[in-house]
C-alpha cells in the first residue's frame, strides 16, 4: 500500500512556531533551511527530525472523535492532502515545492501525553506523522504539489538507529492498519 514514485499530493498549510509543545500557526508559507528545517520554527535544528508532515486525513479522523482541530494543531509543519506520508519508508524522497525532503522517521514516541490526547484519549501524531530532512532548500506554499520522487530503504544517513527501527514497525502497522480498512469497505 506504500505510495507509488510519481504519487502526488498538495500543500494544505504550512505552519511555524517559535516554541516546542504548542500549536502551531498557520503561514501561506516557509522557507526551508539546508538541513535544517523551516527558518524561524523551533523544531529546526541539526537532527533527523528538521520537519514533520501530517495528513490532513489524519486530522479528519480526530474531527470525527468530536474534536475541534486544524492542521497545525498536531505541531506538524506540513498539513498534506492526497499523498499517504505514513506508509512511506524511511529513506523515500518527496519534492515540495521548491524543495526536496528525505523521510527519517515514521511516527514517534510521546513521552508525555500532549493536550489532544487528553482532550480525546488518543493523538494521531505519534503513529500517522512522519519526520524529513531537508536535502535542497527552498520555498513551500499553501497548494504546491508533493511529488515522491523515490521509495527510500528504509535507511537515512541522519537518522539514529533506534529511530530506525521504530519506524519500520510504525510504518509496518500503518500498512497492515490500511489493508484492513480497504477489506472492510
Given at each position: 500500500?506504500?505510495e507509488?514514485?510519481?504519487a502526488?499530493?498538495?500543500?494544505?498549510?504550512?505552519?511555524?512556531s517559535?516554541?516546542?509543545?504548542?500549536r502551531?500557526?498557520?503561514?501561506?508559507?516557509?522557507?526551508l533551511?539546508?538541513?535544517r528545517?523551516f527558518?524561524g520554527?523551533?523544531?529546526?535544528?541539526?537532527?533527523h527530525r528538521?520537519?514533520s508532515?501530517?495528513?490532513?486525513?489524519?486530522?479528519?479522523?480526530m474531527?470525527?472523535k468530536?474534536?475541534?482541530?486544524?492542521?497545525g494543531?498536531?505541531?506538524e509543519?506540513?498539513?498534506?492532502?492526497g499523498i499517504?506520508?505514513?506508509t512511506?519508508?524511511?529513506?523515500?524522497?518527496?519534492?515540495i515545492?521548491?524543495?526536496?525532503l528525505?523521510?527519517?522517521?515514521?511516527?514517534?514516541?510521546?513521552?508525555t501525553?500532549?493536550a489532544i490526547y487528553?482532550q480525546?484519549g488518543?493523538c494521531?501524531?505519534?503513529?500517522?506523522?512522519?519526520?524529513?530532512?531537508?536535502r535542497?532548500v527552498?520555498d513551500?506554499?499553501?497548494?504546491d504539489?508533493i511529488?515522491v520522487v523515490?521509495?527510500?530503504?528504509?535507511t537515512?544517513?541522519?537518522?539514529?538507529?533506534d529511530?530506525?527501527?521504530?519506524?519500520?514497525?510504525v510504518?509496518?502497522?500503518?500498512?497492515?492498519r490500511?489493508?484492513e480498512?480497504?477489506?472492510?469497505?
Amino acid at each position: 500500500m506504500s505510495e507509488q514514485v510519481g504519487a502526488k499530493g498538495r500543500v494544505v498549510s504550512v505552519n511555524l512556531s517559535e516554541k516546542k509543545t504548542v500549536r502551531k500557526q498557520r503561514f501561506d508559507r516557509g522557507t526551508l533551511v539546508l538541513d535544517r528545517g523551516f527558518e524561524g520554527d523551533a523544531h529546526a535544528g541539526d537532527w533527523h527530525r528538521q520537519v514533520s508532515l501530517l495528513a490532513i486525513e489524519s486530522i479528519d479522523e480526530m474531527r470525527a472523535k468530536g474534536l475541534d482541530v486544524g492542521p497545525g494543531d498536531f505541531a506538524e509543519n506540513i498539513t498534506t492532502e492526497g499523498i499517504d506520508v505514513m506508509t512511506l519508508p524511511v529513506g523515500s524522497v518527496l519534492r515540495i515545492g521548491d524543495a526536496v525532503l528525505e523521510v527519517s522517521q515514521i511516527g514517534k514516541v510521546c513521552h508525555t501525553k500532549c493536550a489532544i490526547y487528553y482532550q480525546a484519549g488518543d493523538c494521531v501524531m505519534p503513529r500517522e506523522g512522519i519526520f524529513v530532512v531537508v536535502r535542497e532548500v527552498g520555498d513551500v506554499a499553501v497548494g504546491d504539489q508533493i511529488q515522491v520522487v523515490s521509495i527510500g530503504d528504509g535507511t537515512c544517513d541522519r537518522s539514529p538507529s533506534d529511530s530506525l527501527a521504530g519506524s519500520e514497525s510504525v510504518r509496518s502497522a500503518n500498512e497492515c492498519r490500511k489493508i484492513e480498512e480497504a477489506a472492510q469497505r
